[in-house]
């Protein structure tokens, strides 16, 4: 028998030794997220790996999946505490070592495994670790698996019937990398600045991008833990700067920064100006309709207004579809609607064939956006930038609310809003027009300008997003709306960020 893992023990102690901790909002929608040492032990990743193992068990999957890890201090533990589990509930386990997430998905199909379990807490704050976890490749776990997970590991319900062994596999990397640069060469000299923020993605990205023929500009590569100098999230303004800065001293073509897990990429054009992946997916997804006649989109309920509203767009015949945000959403929607590509306004995105296999993986992506510069000789990044129709946006911003209640908080939000448009009220002077509660709530007005709010699945925050494209004004009075809105709820905290 394995003990019923406990939400709370006390460090230094006996039972924190002796026993498995694991605190149940750890659970996301679609994968799992602690804080080691506070919210989850050793002990308490091993039962996760049983719970994983059990589960693969009853839903009649072959009981073999592929184990990674990234740069933290301490995930190469967690990943070794996760594969006793697994192999106590009989998995065999092909560990393939130090790696990103997308190359771990990658080893189900290179080494024909039905499961992945990569040991990552992403691009949180150091503390933090998780587990990605997905079967019937590309796929990766929703809400109904990670609810099933769930049950099975607090109440230990485990099937510890054993004879589950384990794997090394020796230079998988080498694999991965020949896999993304064994194709043509870009036939027009592009200079990159990539930035890792010293995260995993940093191992392999200078090696990546000069195989495709790119010369390389590499930026905080180097693997440190610590991440001396900003946290590797394409999202953060602190990272942004950094790539913006290096770009303009180098004369770069473009700067591509890569999160910590290696699953997302952003841009810094050539002029040192960001890019916001949604609408970086707006120029992909014109310059992929050129080359894949009348393509479908899938996007995330943060993304850009643009999708529907680009006229080069609806002249190219694209289907855009607006879905849940989430890693694990976007892709079974991409995968549900045969759909080229889906794009989230944090950087994940999924090429289906020809261009990938449908999970998010940060260097498909520059891939993706080095072709669309080759295609375009003689047009700069910023160009096709400033060739997109205006709007002003805000990053994503998430104001802290704790993981108890910040669905119900959510909730509210959503009725308050809803009740707004059906009593014919305004919203920062304008009638709305439209309210979509696939995720969250965005709500639009009659000038074509957004505010989103949405629970954040990662993390203990809300998630606040708005556009406008008639002015500035029209953002920031958008913007004071929505959160004014928002503090009728007094358990929400501080802006992470803000316009």
């Not at 807490?121 to 079967?135: L, P, R, Y």
């Not at 295609?375 to 108890?404: F, Q, V």
Request: charged share 25%; with cysteine.
């Amino acid at each position: 028998m394995f003990p019923t893992p406990k939400p709370l023990l006390v460090p230094n102690t006996y039972d924190y030794e002796s026993s498995a901790m694991v605190k149940p909002t750890g659970f996301r929608e679609y994968d799992a997220r602690w804080i080691f040492g506070k919210e989850i032990n050793l002990m308490g990743v091993q039962a996760l790996g049983m719970g994983l193992g059990t589960l693969l068990g009853r839903l009649g999957v072959k009981r073999e999946i592929v184990v990674g890890h990234d740069y933290r201090s301490y995930s190469a533990s967690i990943k070794l505490a996760l594969t006793t589990g697994l192999m106590a509930a009989g998995c065999t386990v092909h560990d393939i070592g130090l790696c990103i997430t997308p190359m771990a998905y990658f080893a189900q199909f290179a080494l024909d495994v039905p499961a992945v379990a990569m040991v990552t807490a992403s691009h949180n704050e150091n503390g933090w670790t998780g587990v990605k976890m997905g079967m019937h490749r590309p796929l990766t776990f929703g809400p109904e698996e990670m609810t099933a997970l769930k049950a099975i590991v607090l109440a230990a319900e485990f099937d510890l019937t054993g004879g589950g062994a384990y794997r090394f596999v020796e230079a998988f990397p080498d694999r991965y990398v020949a896999d993304l640069t064994n194709r043509p060469k870009l036939k027009h000299p592009i200079k990159v600045v990539a930035a890792c923020g010293n995260g995993t993605a940093g191992a392999f990205a200078e090696k990546i991008l000069t195989g495709l023929g790119a010369e390389v500009i590499p930026l905080d590569c180097d693997l440190d833990h610590s991440f001396p100098r900003y946290n590797p999230n394409p999202e953060d303004m602190k990272m942004l700067h950094a790539i913006r800065d290096e770009v303009l001293k180098t004369g770069a073509d473009v700067g591509l920064g890569f999160d910590g897990d290696g699953d997302r990429c952003g841009v810094i054009d050539d002029a040192g100006d960001e890019i916001f992946a949604d609408k970086v997916g707006v120029m992909l997804a014109r310059d992929l309709a050129k080359v894949h006649a009348k393509p479908t989109f899938v996007v995330d309920v943060k993304s850009t207004g643009l999708y529907h509203t680009d006229p080069e767009l609806a002249a190219l015949g694209v289907t855009t579809d607006y879905w849940k945000t989430g890693h694990s959403y976007i892709k079974r929607r991409v995968n549900e609607l045969g759909a080229l590509a889906g794009f989230e306004k944090s950087g994940h995105y999924f090429f289906n064939s020809p261009i990938g296999r449908g999970y998010d993986d940060g260097f498909v992506s520059a891939i993706a956006i080095l072709d669309m510069l080759d295609r375009n000789p003689g047009k700069k990044m910023s160009g096709l930038r400033e060739a997109l129709p205006k709007t002003w946006s805000s990053p994503t911003m998430s104001p802290h609310c704790d993981d108890e209640i910040k669905y119900a908080v959510c909730d509210k939000v959503i009725a308050r809003l809803t009740a707004m448009k059906e009593k014919g009220e305004t919203l920062a002077g304008h009638p709305i027009v439209e309210v979509n509660t696939v995720n969250g709530i965005r709500v639009t007005t009659d000038d074509g300008t957004w505010g989103l709010i949405r629970v954040s699945s990662n993390k203990p925050e809300l998630v606040v997003v708005i556009e406008s494209p008639v002015s500035e004004a029209r953002y920031r009075d958008m913007f004071h709306a929505m959160d004014a809105v928002l503090r009728e709820n007094p358990e929400v905290g501080a802006y992470n960020q803000t316009i």
